[in-house]
Nanobody, 121 residues
Framework: QVQLVESGGGLAQAGGSLRLSCAAS????????MGWFRQAPGKEREFVAG????????SYSNTVKGRFTISRDNAKNTVYLQMNSLKPEDTAVYYC??????????????WGQGTQVTVSS
């Protein structure tokens, strides 16, 4: 079993930055590919970014590419999402996921509870 806890969400102004963290616990947590997803009100959950278990491979959705950066520190069992140049349309609940496949998909077996990100214009 892997438990995931997100943190770092909050309110930011357009053009600003936030860094999300996802702390993973469980004996094999560091061996999973990790990803970030988000769900805005009235919309389906969508993939944002993914990273392989060693961190050597990353992927991004076209809507965040060049603005967001995913990274991981396996010594700390933590995955990060650095979000720069934030836009109001980035407002959503952000979820962390752990999966056997990279990039993680909608059917990933482990999910966090989510953290709210709100970007004001």
């Amino acid at each position: 079993q892997v438990q995931l806890v997100e943190s770092g969400g909050g309110l930011a102004q357009a053009g600003g930055s936030l860094r999300l963290s996802c702390a993973a616990s469980g004996r094999t947590a560091s061996t999973y590919a990790m990803g970030w997803f988000r769900q805005a009100p009235g919309k389906e959950r969508e993939f944002v970014a993914g990273i392989s278990w060693r961190g050597g491979s990353t992927s991004y959705s076209n809507t965040v590419k060049g603005r967001f950066t995913i990274s991981r520190d396996n010594a700390k069992n933590t995955v990060y999402l650095q979000m720069n140049s934030l836009k109001p349309e980035d407002t959503a609940v952000y979820y962390c996921a752990a999966d056997n496949y990279n990039p993680p998909g909608e059917y990933a077996p482990y999910w966090g509870q989510g953290t709210q990100v709100t970007v004001s214009s």
